[in-house]
Nanobody, 124 residues
């Protein structure tokens, strides 16, 4: 089993930045792709970004392209999501998830392990 713990959420003004971290533990991180998803109040959870095990392939939702960057440090079992130029519509609980595959998925059902989430609130 993998355990994922997110951190770095908080309250920020529109235009500001936050950096989310996802620390993975429990077994070897080798061979796992990781994704970030978010869920706003009253809405379904949606894909944000994902990264392959090697870090060589990344995907982003259209709504965050050019503003968010996903990265990983396999030596430290961490995946980060740098969020710049934040907008009020980015307000949501952000979840990281892992799947036992090199290729990063963009669908919830592709991921086997999930963290508890971290709240991001962007004020206007």
């Amino acid at each position: 089993q993998l355990q994922l713990v997110e951190s770095g959420g908080g309250l920020v003004q529109a235009g500001g930045s936050l950096r989310l971290s996802c620390v993975v533990s429990g077994r070897t991180f080798s061979g796992y792709a990781v994704g970030w998803f978010r869920q706003a109040p009253g809405k379904e959870r949606e894909f944000v970004a994902s990264i392959s095990w090697s870090g060589g392939t990344t995907y982003y939702a259209d709504s965050v392209k050019g503003r968010f960057t996903i990265s990983r440090d396999n030596a430290k079992n961490t995946v980060a999501l740098q969020m710049n130029s934040l907008k009020p519509e980015d307000t949501a609980v952000y979840f990281c998830a892992a799947r036992r595959a090199n290729w990063p998925g963009t669908k919830e059902y592709e991921y086997d392990y999930w963290g508890q989430g971290t709240q991001v609130t962007v004020s206007s």
